[in-house]
């Protein structure tokens, strides 16, 4: 799975936002308790990140590393989490509600990756293509390969990523584990969401 940019409008991107958009709402009070979409592919179990934005800013971002629910389920708790839930926000603001874009980015299977010594890990790393992980004892971090647009340059991308962690940019030890992702990002196009 490869990541997408901008808006994707086939079949499941469209299922995948709405799961979203209307689990947000139904907590706002703006929609009622939607009901699931029947379609076989959201009861396996999948995860996903769902980010929200705001005029173009991050509004929100919370999501599922590993597949432990149904996908379907995955991306209504994690829309719900992203608008109500991350630490770095105030909840999502009813009146906020129609101007917020929503992006589902559904995960592969993470692999670890065997790196010898940072500079080996960044010659392993695809920008543009690769989510990636690190773990460190209690420090744990994770990338959206989207975030490679913020930061295209390897070292700069690790750097931030540990620091999210609670570590050290310039920290290196061959006991931390590195693992890596892709995703297919649907997104809604700015002024689709109202």
Same mark, same amino acid.
């Given at each position: 799975m490869a990541?997408?940019?901008?808006? &994707?409008?086939? *079949?499941?991107?469209?299922? *995948?936002?709405?799961? #979203?958009?209307? #689990?947000?709402? #139904?907590? *706002?009070? *703006? #929609?009622?308790? =939607?009901?699931? =979409? &029947? &379609?076989?592919?959201?009861?396996?179990?999948?995860?996903?990140?769902?980010?929200?934005?705001?005029?173009?800013n991050l509004r929100g971002c919370i999501g599922s590393l590993l597949a432990h629910r149904p996908l379907g389920e995955d991306v209504a708790v994690n829309a719900l989490s992203a608008a109500f839930h991350d630490p770095r926000f105030e909840p999502l603001a009813r009146d906020e509600f129609a101007e917020i874009d929503i992006e589902v980015s559904v995960l592969s299977t993470p692999e670890p990756v065997f790196p010898t010594d940072e500079a080996t890990l960044m010659a392993q790393l695809r920008p543009g293509i690769d989510g990636v992980i690190i773990e460190y004892g209690p420090h744990r971090s994770t990338f959206l390969p989207q975030v490679w647009e913020q930061l295209p340059d390897p070292a700069l991308f690790l750097a931030h990523l540990k620091q999210k962690g609670g570590l050290p940019a310039d920290f290196w030890h061959p006991d931390m584990r590195v693992s890596r992702y892709s995703v297919q990002a649907y997104s809604e196009k700015p002024g689709d969401a109202a």
């Amino acid at each position: 799975m490869a990541h997408k940019a901008g808006g &994707d409008n086939s *079949l499941k991107g469209v299922i *995948l936002l709405g799961i #979203a958009r209307k #689990a947000i709402a #139904a907590h *706002l009070g *703006l #929609a009622e308790n =939607p009901e699931q =979409p &029947d &379609d076989a592919w959201l009861r396996y179990k999948g995860a996903c990140f769902v980010t929200l934005h705001k005029g173009g800013n991050l509004r929100g971002c919370i999501g599922s590393l590993l597949a432990h629910r149904p996908l379907g389920e995955d991306v209504a708790v994690n829309a719900l989490s992203a608008a109500f839930h991350d630490p770095r926000f105030e909840p999502l603001a009813r009146d906020e509600f129609a101007e917020i874009d929503i992006e589902v980015s559904v995960l592969s299977t993470p692999e670890p990756v065997f790196p010898t010594d940072e500079a080996t890990l960044m010659a392993q790393l695809r920008p543009g293509i690769d989510g990636v992980i690190i773990e460190y004892g209690p420090h744990r971090s994770t990338f959206l390969p989207q975030v490679w647009e913020q930061l295209p340059d390897p070292a700069l991308f690790l750097a931030h990523l540990k620091q999210k962690g609670g570590l050290p940019a310039d920290f290196w030890h061959p006991d931390m584990r590195v693992s890596r992702y892709s995703v297919q990002a649907y997104s809604e196009k700015p002024g689709d969401a109202a």
